[in-house]
């Protein structure tokens, strides 16, 4: 990870979303990318092998969000965990297919508990909330929704399958 941390990150122009920006005014906007460390640490301690589940989980987990409407987490959010979830279990043996349950329901439960504490810490900007303008009461409604799915998973994925064999 220090290795990573000591290449940096890279800036990249990018226009707030909803804003009216100005030709002038857009060459000031600019934002962090930390995405070549982002795939670095996805391919360290076993995840990236072919054998690893690490981008299904990823997969479901968005669906979920797209089809359960999951508003406000974004794509980043749930990036972001599966990072710290590839940081709590670092060893290949954990992302095999055989544990793609384990590691679903375990960046579940974690997103659960950012949403209740209505708290998700940048990976790299440890300061920075991700979560800090969620509105608290969407943040309980969300949780609570993420803790049936954590009840239910198969009768919620079966439900998944279904509609989109259908379609």
């Not at 299904?56 to 965990?81: C, D, G």
């Not at 303008?133 to 998944?160: G, S, T």
């Amino acid at each position: 990870m220090k290795d990573i941390c000591r290449e940096g990150c890279h800036l990249v122009a990018k226009k707030p979303k909803g804003y009216d920006i100005t030709d002038q005014e857009k060459q000031f906007l600019w934002r962090y990318s930390f995405s070549a460390a982002e795939k670095k640490l996805f391919l360290q301690g076993g995840q990236g092998e072919a054998n690893s589940c690490q981008k299904q989980v990823l997969r479901i987990v968005k669906a979920l969000r797209e089809e359960l409407n999951l508003k406000p987490l974004k794509s980043y959010h749930l990036k972001t965990l599966l990072l710290y979830e590839c940081e709590s279990h670092p060893e290949a043996s954990k992302w095999r297919h055989t544990t793609l349950c384990d590691r679903f329901l375990g960046l579940l439960n974690r997103l659960e508990c950012c949403l209740r504490s209505k708290k998700c810490a940048h990976y790299f900007i440890e300061d920075l909330n991700l979560f800090e303008l969620f509105n608290h009461q969407e943040c309980m409604k969300l949780a609570d929704r993420v803790r049936k799915i954590i009840q239910q998973p198969e009768q919620v994925l079966n439900e998944l399958l279904k509609k989109y064999q259908m379609a």
